[in-house]
Protein backbone atom coordinates (compact mmCIF):
# COMPACT_ATOMS: atom_id res chain seq x y z
CA UNK A 1 0.00 0.00 0.00
CA UNK A 2 1.65 3.27 -0.78
CA UNK A 3 -0.12 6.52 0.98
CA UNK A 4 2.56 8.70 2.86
CA UNK A 5 2.75 11.07 0.12
CA UNK A 6 -0.47 11.06 -1.41
CA UNK A 7 -3.78 13.02 -0.78
CA UNK A 8 -6.66 11.67 0.24
CA UNK A 9 -10.15 12.27 -1.62
CA UNK A 10 -10.83 15.80 -1.60
CA UNK A 11 -14.28 17.27 -3.49
CA UNK A 12 -13.36 20.27 -2.04
CA UNK A 13 -11.33 21.11 -5.36
CA UNK A 14 -8.97 24.38 -5.49
CA UNK A 15 -9.54 28.25 -5.03
CA UNK A 16 -11.87 29.28 -8.36
CA UNK A 17 -12.42 25.51 -8.75
CA UNK A 18 -15.61 26.28 -11.21
CA UNK A 19 -16.56 22.39 -11.27
CA UNK A 20 -16.36 21.69 -7.19
CA UNK A 21 -18.64 25.21 -6.72
CA UNK A 22 -20.89 24.58 -9.41
CA UNK A 23 -21.95 21.07 -7.51
CA UNK A 24 -24.22 21.24 -4.70
CA UNK A 25 -22.01 19.65 -1.46
CA UNK A 26 -25.30 17.12 -1.68
CA UNK A 27 -24.74 16.01 -5.40
CA UNK A 28 -22.73 12.98 -5.86
CA UNK A 29 -20.02 13.58 -8.16
CA UNK A 30 -19.38 11.41 -11.29
CA UNK A 31 -15.65 9.54 -11.99
CA UNK A 32 -14.73 12.45 -14.53
CA UNK A 33 -16.02 15.43 -11.91
CA UNK A 34 -13.87 13.27 -9.11
CA UNK A 35 -10.51 13.14 -10.90
CA UNK A 36 -10.62 17.05 -12.18
CA UNK A 37 -11.41 17.93 -8.81
CA UNK A 38 -8.30 15.84 -7.21
CA UNK A 39 -6.13 17.54 -9.95
CA UNK A 40 -7.52 21.18 -9.26
CA UNK A 41 -6.89 20.67 -5.87
CA UNK A 42 -3.22 19.44 -6.55
CA UNK A 43 -2.60 22.36 -9.33
CA UNK A 44 -4.30 24.67 -6.14
CA UNK A 45 -1.73 23.25 -3.88
CA UNK A 46 1.52 23.38 -5.86
CA UNK A 47 1.62 19.74 -6.22
CA UNK A 48 2.72 19.08 -9.53
CA UNK A 49 3.76 15.67 -9.45
CA UNK A 50 -0.12 14.78 -7.98
CA UNK A 51 -1.63 17.02 -10.52
CA UNK A 52 0.22 15.27 -13.46
CA UNK A 53 3.27 17.31 -13.92
CA UNK A 54 6.24 16.76 -12.97
CA UNK A 55 8.24 18.10 -15.67
CA UNK A 56 9.96 21.39 -15.54
CA UNK A 57 10.76 21.04 -11.55
CA UNK A 58 14.23 19.95 -10.94
CA UNK A 59 12.92 16.14 -9.42
CA UNK A 60 14.64 13.58 -7.07
CA UNK A 61 18.46 12.93 -7.35
CA UNK A 62 18.32 9.47 -8.34
CA UNK A 63 15.82 10.35 -11.10
CA UNK A 64 16.64 13.59 -12.81
CA UNK A 65 13.18 14.95 -14.02
CA UNK A 66 10.83 12.65 -11.89
CA UNK A 67 9.19 14.05 -9.15
CA UNK A 68 8.42 11.50 -6.38
CA UNK A 69 4.05 11.59 -5.44
CA UNK A 70 3.54 8.42 -3.58
CA UNK A 71 5.55 6.49 -1.04
CA UNK A 72 4.55 2.85 -0.43
CA UNK A 73 5.82 0.40 1.76
CA UNK A 74 7.63 -1.45 -1.16
CA UNK A 75 7.93 1.00 -3.56
CA UNK A 76 8.50 4.84 -4.61
CA UNK A 77 6.91 6.05 -7.41
CA UNK A 78 7.66 9.08 -9.48
CA UNK A 79 6.10 11.69 -12.24
CA UNK A 80 7.99 12.54 -15.12
CA UNK A 81 8.46 11.51 -18.72
CA UNK A 82 9.36 9.17 -20.71
CA UNK A 83 10.63 9.57 -24.63
CA UNK A 84 8.25 12.55 -24.52
CA UNK A 85 5.43 10.59 -22.94
CA UNK A 86 3.56 11.80 -19.13
CA UNK A 87 5.03 8.53 -17.61
CA UNK A 88 4.86 6.72 -13.59
CA UNK A 89 8.82 5.62 -12.58
CA UNK A 90 8.07 2.92 -9.95
CA UNK A 91 11.16 1.74 -8.13
CA UNK A 92 10.96 -1.09 -5.66
CA UNK A 93 13.67 -0.27 -3.20
CA UNK A 94 15.57 -2.74 -0.87
CA UNK A 95 14.06 -3.50 2.41
CA UNK A 96 16.61 -3.37 5.39
CA UNK A 97 15.08 -6.03 7.31
CA UNK A 98 15.43 -8.85 4.95
CA UNK A 99 18.53 -10.88 4.09
CA UNK A 100 20.34 -8.83 1.08
CA UNK A 101 20.44 -11.86 -1.13
CA UNK A 102 16.84 -12.80 -0.53
CA UNK A 103 15.90 -9.18 -0.75
CA UNK A 104 17.54 -8.70 -3.85
CA UNK A 105 15.42 -11.81 -5.18
CA UNK A 106 12.80 -10.41 -3.69
CA UNK A 107 12.49 -7.49 -5.19
CA UNK A 108 13.99 -8.38 -9.09
CA UNK A 109 10.96 -11.36 -8.48
CA UNK A 110 8.33 -8.85 -8.15
CA UNK A 111 9.50 -6.30 -10.58
CA UNK A 112 9.92 -9.01 -13.39
CA UNK A 113 6.67 -10.23 -11.96
CA UNK A 114 4.42 -7.00 -12.43
CA UNK A 115 6.56 -6.50 -16.44
CA UNK A 116 5.20 -9.83 -17.14
CA UNK A 117 1.88 -9.97 -16.13
CA UNK A 118 1.31 -6.44 -17.45
CA UNK A 119 1.88 -7.92 -21.17
CA UNK A 120 -0.19 -11.09 -20.37
CA UNK A 121 -3.41 -8.83 -19.53
CA UNK A 122 -3.19 -6.60 -21.97
CA UNK A 123 -3.12 -9.23 -24.59
CA UNK A 124 -6.05 -10.82 -22.45
CA UNK A 125 -7.83 -7.65 -23.26
CA UNK A 126 -7.38 -6.41 -19.39
CA UNK A 127 -7.00 -2.46 -19.30
CA UNK A 128 -3.79 -2.07 -17.16
CA UNK A 129 -1.10 0.85 -17.90
CA UNK A 130 1.45 0.13 -21.01
CA UNK A 131 4.89 -0.33 -20.14
CA UNK A 132 7.73 1.48 -21.97
CA UNK A 133 10.69 0.22 -20.63
CA UNK A 134 12.58 -2.17 -17.62
CA UNK A 135 15.53 -1.22 -15.28
CA UNK A 136 16.46 -4.82 -13.66
CA UNK A 137 19.05 -3.53 -12.18
CA UNK A 138 17.20 -0.63 -10.70
CA UNK A 139 14.11 -2.13 -10.17
CA UNK A 140 13.10 0.49 -12.04
CA UNK A 141 9.52 0.51 -14.24
CA UNK A 142 8.85 3.26 -16.68
CA UNK A 143 5.24 3.03 -17.66
CA UNK A 144 1.85 5.09 -19.04
CA UNK A 145 0.50 7.72 -16.39
CA UNK A 146 -3.24 7.14 -16.06
CA UNK A 147 -3.35 10.81 -15.83
CA UNK A 148 -7.19 10.74 -15.95
CA UNK A 149 -7.56 8.26 -13.37
CA UNK A 150 -8.67 7.70 -9.43
CA UNK A 151 -8.64 4.99 -7.25
CA UNK A 152 -11.77 3.26 -6.81
CA UNK A 153 -10.89 3.72 -2.94
CA UNK A 154 -10.51 7.61 -3.55
CA UNK A 155 -13.66 7.24 -5.35
CA UNK A 156 -15.85 5.05 -3.17
CA UNK A 157 -14.94 6.75 -0.18
CA UNK A 158 -15.31 9.86 -2.20
CA UNK A 159 -19.08 9.17 -3.16
CA UNK A 160 -19.68 7.71 0.80
CA UNK A 161 -19.22 11.17 2.25
CA UNK A 162 -22.12 12.48 0.28
CA UNK A 163 -24.21 12.74 2.74
CA UNK A 164 -28.16 12.42 1.74
CA UNK A 165 -27.09 11.24 -1.54
CA UNK A 166 -27.84 7.56 -2.93
CA UNK A 167 -24.19 6.17 -2.73
CA UNK A 168 -24.79 2.56 -3.44
CA UNK A 169 -27.06 3.37 -6.50
CA UNK A 170 -24.36 5.71 -8.00
CA UNK A 171 -21.26 3.14 -7.41
CA UNK A 172 -23.33 -0.03 -8.49
CA UNK A 173 -22.44 0.38 -12.41
CA UNK A 174 -18.65 0.46 -10.92
CA UNK A 175 -18.82 -2.44 -9.18
CA UNK A 176 -20.78 -4.26 -11.84
CA UNK A 177 -17.91 -3.10 -14.06
CA UNK A 178 -15.19 -4.26 -11.78
CA UNK A 179 -16.80 -7.95 -11.06
CA UNK A 180 -16.89 -8.06 -15.28
CA UNK A 181 -13.08 -7.02 -15.38
CA UNK A 182 -11.76 -9.47 -12.65
CA UNK A 183 -14.11 -12.09 -14.78
CA UNK A 184 -12.07 -11.52 -17.81
CA UNK A 185 -8.68 -11.18 -15.82
CA UNK A 186 -9.68 -14.68 -14.14
CA UNK A 187 -10.63 -16.05 -17.65
CA UNK A 188 -6.94 -15.30 -18.55
CA UNK A 189 -5.98 -17.83 -16.00
CA UNK A 190 -4.25 -14.24 -14.25
CA UNK A 191 -4.10 -13.97 -10.18
CA UNK A 192 -3.58 -10.57 -9.84
CA UNK A 193 -2.36 -11.75 -6.20
CA UNK A 194 -3.00 -8.07 -4.27
CA UNK A 195 -6.38 -6.71 -4.97
CA UNK A 196 -7.41 -3.67 -3.25
CA UNK A 197 -9.60 -0.95 -4.24
CA UNK A 198 -6.32 1.23 -4.17
CA UNK A 199 -5.03 -1.31 -7.09
CA UNK A 200 -8.21 -0.91 -8.90
CA UNK A 201 -8.39 2.38 -10.82
CA UNK A 202 -11.26 4.25 -12.46
CA UNK A 203 -9.97 5.99 -15.73
CA UNK A 204 -11.83 8.99 -17.55
CA UNK A 205 -11.56 11.68 -19.70
CA UNK A 206 -13.37 13.89 -21.93
CA UNK A 207 -13.71 11.57 -24.65
CA UNK A 208 -14.90 8.85 -22.79
CA UNK A 209 -18.62 8.76 -21.99
CA UNK A 210 -18.12 6.08 -18.95
CA UNK A 211 -15.82 5.17 -16.95
CA UNK A 212 -12.95 2.29 -17.38
CA UNK A 213 -11.43 0.09 -14.82
CA UNK A 214 -7.72 -0.28 -15.13
CA UNK A 215 -5.72 -2.86 -13.27
CA UNK A 216 -2.46 -2.06 -11.47
CA UNK A 217 0.31 -3.16 -9.05
CA UNK A 218 0.92 -6.79 -10.46
CA UNK A 219 4.36 -7.41 -8.18
CA UNK A 220 2.49 -10.12 -6.52
CA UNK A 221 0.41 -11.68 -9.35
CA UNK A 222 0.36 -15.10 -10.84
CA UNK A 223 -0.53 -17.74 -13.91
CA UNK A 224 -3.02 -20.13 -12.59
CA UNK A 225 -6.17 -22.11 -13.99
CA UNK A 226 -6.97 -23.31 -10.66
CA UNK A 227 -10.34 -22.22 -9.10
CA UNK A 228 -8.98 -22.32 -5.69
CA UNK A 229 -5.87 -19.65 -6.40
CA UNK A 230 -9.02 -17.76 -8.53
CA UNK A 231 -11.23 -17.93 -5.12
CA UNK A 232 -8.56 -16.74 -2.85
CA UNK A 233 -7.67 -13.94 -5.17
CA UNK A 234 -11.45 -12.57 -4.58
CA UNK A 235 -11.34 -13.43 -0.87
CA UNK A 236 -8.17 -11.30 -0.54
CA UNK A 237 -10.14 -8.24 -2.47
CA UNK A 238 -13.42 -9.36 -0.40
CA UNK A 239 -11.31 -8.68 3.36
CA UNK A 240 -9.29 -5.28 1.55
CA UNK A 241 -12.90 -4.20 0.20
CA UNK A 242 -15.07 -4.88 3.59
CA UNK A 243 -11.92 -3.51 6.09
CA UNK A 244 -11.28 0.09 3.88
CA UNK A 245 -15.14 0.14 3.20
CA UNK A 246 -17.00 -0.90 6.50
CA UNK A 247 -20.56 -1.80 6.21
CA UNK A 248 -20.67 -2.38 2.60
CA UNK A 249 -21.20 -6.07 1.79
CA UNK A 250 -24.14 -5.05 -0.31
CA UNK A 251 -21.83 -3.31 -2.35
CA UNK A 252 -19.06 -5.74 -2.59
CA UNK A 253 -22.04 -8.57 -3.30
CA UNK A 254 -23.00 -6.56 -6.90
CA UNK A 255 -18.94 -7.35 -7.79
CA UNK A 256 -19.54 -10.83 -7.12
CA UNK A 257 -22.70 -11.04 -8.83
CA UNK A 258 -21.54 -9.58 -12.12
CA UNK A 259 -18.43 -11.81 -12.17
CA UNK A 260 -20.71 -14.78 -11.65
CA UNK A 261 -22.62 -13.51 -14.97
CA UNK A 262 -19.42 -12.39 -17.14
CA UNK A 263 -17.28 -15.58 -15.92
CA UNK A 264 -16.61 -19.02 -17.95
CA UNK A 265 -16.17 -20.92 -14.77
CA UNK A 266 -17.50 -18.33 -12.09
CA UNK A 267 -19.39 -21.92 -10.51
CA UNK A 268 -16.12 -23.70 -9.17
CA UNK A 269 -14.32 -20.35 -8.29
CA UNK A 270 -17.25 -19.06 -6.05
CA UNK A 271 -17.19 -22.60 -4.69
CA UNK A 272 -13.39 -22.28 -3.66
CA UNK A 273 -14.40 -18.66 -2.16
CA UNK A 274 -17.05 -20.00 -0.31
CA UNK A 275 -14.78 -22.77 1.16
CA UNK A 276 -12.11 -20.12 1.74
CA UNK A 277 -13.93 -17.79 3.89
CA UNK A 278 -15.29 -21.16 5.79
CA UNK A 279 -11.06 -21.95 6.51
CA UNK A 280 -10.83 -17.82 7.47
CA UNK A 281 -13.83 -18.04 9.61
CA UNK A 282 -12.64 -21.39 11.48
CA UNK A 283 -9.06 -20.11 12.14
CA UNK A 284 -10.05 -17.20 13.48
CA UNK A 285 -12.78 -19.14 15.86
CA UNK A 286 -10.03 -21.07 17.08
CA UNK A 287 -7.64 -18.26 16.97
N1 LIG B 1 0.49 4.18 -13.98
C1 LIG B 1 0.00 4.94 -13.01
N2 LIG B 1 -0.60 6.12 -13.30
C2 LIG B 1 -1.10 6.90 -12.30
N3 LIG B 1 -1.07 6.58 -10.99
C3 LIG B 1 -0.49 5.42 -10.64
C4 LIG B 1 0.07 4.54 -11.61
N4 LIG B 1 0.57 3.46 -10.99
C5 LIG B 1 0.33 3.66 -9.68
N5 LIG B 1 -0.31 4.83 -9.46
C6 LIG B 1 -0.72 5.38 -8.14
O1 LIG B 1 0.24 5.01 -7.17
C7 LIG B 1 -0.36 4.17 -6.17
C8 LIG B 1 0.63 3.09 -5.76
O2 LIG B 1 0.99 2.32 -6.90
P1 LIG B 1 1.19 0.75 -6.81
O3 LIG B 1 -0.06 0.15 -6.30
O4 LIG B 1 1.69 0.27 -8.11
O5 LIG B 1 2.35 0.66 -5.76
P2 LIG B 1 2.45 0.01 -4.29
O6 LIG B 1 1.11 -0.36 -3.77
O7 LIG B 1 3.37 0.82 -3.46
O8 LIG B 1 3.25 -1.18 -4.73
P3 LIG B 1 3.65 -2.51 -3.98
O9 LIG B 1 2.36 -3.16 -3.59
O10 LIG B 1 4.42 -3.21 -5.02
O11 LIG B 1 4.45 -2.06 -2.78
C9 LIG B 1 -1.65 3.66 -6.80
O12 LIG B 1 -2.63 3.34 -5.82
C10 LIG B 1 -2.06 4.82 -7.68
O13 LIG B 1 -2.72 5.82 -6.91
MG1 LIG C 1 -0.76 -0.86 -4.67
Known amino acids: MADKVEKGPSLEGGSGDSLASSRKPTEIPTVAQMIEMQNKAA ?38 TFLGKPAVLKERFSKKYRHPRLDEKLTTKRTQ ?41 DYIVAVQSVRGGDSF ?6 MDKIGKTLATMHDGDIIHGDLTTSNIMLKQDSSMPEPQVVLIDFGLSSVSHLPE ?43 KLDEVRLRGRKRTMVG
Request: aromatic content about 8%.
Open 43 to 80: SASGDSAAAGGGTGTPGSPQHPGFVLFKQGAEARLYRG
Open 113 to 153: GEARTVARARKAGIPTPCIYFVNYQSNCIYMEDLRSATTSR
Open 169 to 174: RALQPI
Open 229 to 271: DKGVDLYVLEKAFLSTHPNTEELFSIILKSYTRHSRKSKEVIK
